[in-house]
């Protein structure tokens, strides 16, 4: 069983320091259950690739013989030695610990920053289907690549093998990534060669701090990881709920941060808002929903429009919902001119009666800050639940990229954007909802339009049928 990690970034063999094993030496470790070696087949200062070689040693497990459930011959002949399961896990905490930890003492600045990475594991038990390798890396951000093997060369009618060569790549810190090889090599193998107990469930809360609570098959990975005992899942996933909460609300205003620098050379935030403002006076909306309000700008001008009698701010960050209700200075405000806002935390993928009951909905560059799986439930939440007689969207259109410098064809303009859309792209989802959910809509363009690419900012107006 073969891990190997590469990188391009510059020099490459920084991975050297990254990984605290000299690019140069052979080094072997004792492990309870076989070796592990670490090699170098590549360190040069473009491109640098560390080997993990694990030999687990059948007879050792044998006499281990903890949890097996093989019965007799199986205790011999198994895939262990050959596949990456929970032993590649304990022998990355035991050989790149301290990589793990995301600690590194000569080069710290680099153990905490993205670089580009690219894992292949020879070979990966994937229970239950390829499929699920894309649902649980994609989400991640890597980009996967996968070849399944039959079962036996010589007999094709017996077809196809539950092995796969994996290689995923990614810009990330290589803490990141080890730690959700980790954690998600074991799942796909859907079994573990020690005893899982409550631990388990505090190391599984651990290294998924930050990345599991968010992630659409959580349910999938936690039960796996626990191997489907139901008093730790069901304990691991009431305690994920939690934490879900919590850091999206603290991230949220600092990741903002490049959006409204990047786009202030043609303040698009003000043309963006101009636009909502317009489509919302033709609307006749009276009452207004600002979901995903953030920092409440626009908020601030629907309020000093006499014409809007009630307006409510919706957002799933505390923090924002904080800097909003400062930038309105509620306090300060009139009582009468106060009572016509709200601001209320919620999110946006849970059906909630607070919604029900307006003119009119605004979701300004919101959608794509919900990963594509989630996006279904906020579609229901909005037109099928609170179903407002408008709803307006706007969000970036992902062909105008090119035209900043700074973000170039292949990036997305911001750090917590889940993805863009062409025009092409947000025109068939629109059109889908809308055709779903008993509306029509008409699209306008935001911002300096580009000939061949088209406008920054793309709006959507929803009405009712
Ligand atoms: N509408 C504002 C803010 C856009 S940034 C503007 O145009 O300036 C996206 C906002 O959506 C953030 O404030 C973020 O906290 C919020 N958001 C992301 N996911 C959400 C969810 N599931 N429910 C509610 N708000 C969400």
Known sequence: ???????????????????????????????????????????????????????????????????????????????????????????????????????????????????????????????????????????????????RYALDDQFPRWGPSPYYSVT???????????????VLVPVFDNDKHYYVGGDELEKLLAKGAGWLAGHPEKDFITRRYLLHRPSLYREALARLVEEEQEPLADD???????????????????????????????????????????????????????????IVGLDVSLRALENAHKRLGLERMPQRQAQRVNLIHGSLIYRDRRLEGFDAAVLAEVVEHLDPPRLVALERVVFEFARPKTVIVTTPNRQYNVQWESVGADRLRHGDHRFEWTRQEFRQWAERVAGRYGYTVRFLPVGPEDETLGPPTQMGVFQRA
Do not use: W
Request: aromatic content about 6%; glycine content about 8%; charged content about 25%.
């Open 168 to 182: 995923i790549r990614a810009t990330k810190t290589l803490a990141e990534l080890l730690t959700h090889l980790y």
């Open 252 to 310: 949220e205003p600092e990741s903002r941060e490049p959006e409204p620098a990047l786009e202030a050379a043609i303040s698009l935030n003000e043309q963006r808002m101009g636009a909502v403002l317009a489509a919302l006076r033709s609307s006749g909306a009276r009452t207004v929903l600002d979901l995903g309000c953030g920092e409440g700008h626009l908020l601030g001008e629907l309020v000093r429009d006499r014409h809007f009698e009630r």
């Open 1 to 147: 069983m073969l891990l190997k990690i590469t990188t391009t970034h510059h020099p490459a063999t920084d991975l050297g320091f990254l990984l605290h094993k000299h690019p140069q030496r052979l080094q072997s470790f004792d492990l309870s259950f076989g070796r592990a070696h670490v090699f170098y087949p590549e360190a040069s200062v473009d491109c640098c690739s560390a080997c993990l070689l694990l030999d687990v040693d059948p007879l050792a497990m044998v006499r281990r013989s903890g949890r097996s459930g093989r019965g007799l011959l199986g205790h011999y002949v198994n895939d262990r030695p050959y596949v990456a399961s929970s032993f590649l896990s304990v022998a990355i905490a035991r050989v790149f610990g301290t990589a793990l930890a995301g600690r590194c003492r000569e080069r710290p600045e680099l153990a905490a920053t993205p670089i580009p990475l690219e894992a292949r594991v020879d070979v990966l038990p994937v229970r239950g289907g390829g499929g699920f390798l894309d649902r649980i890396f994609t989400p991640l951000g890597y980009a996967v690549e996968a070849v």
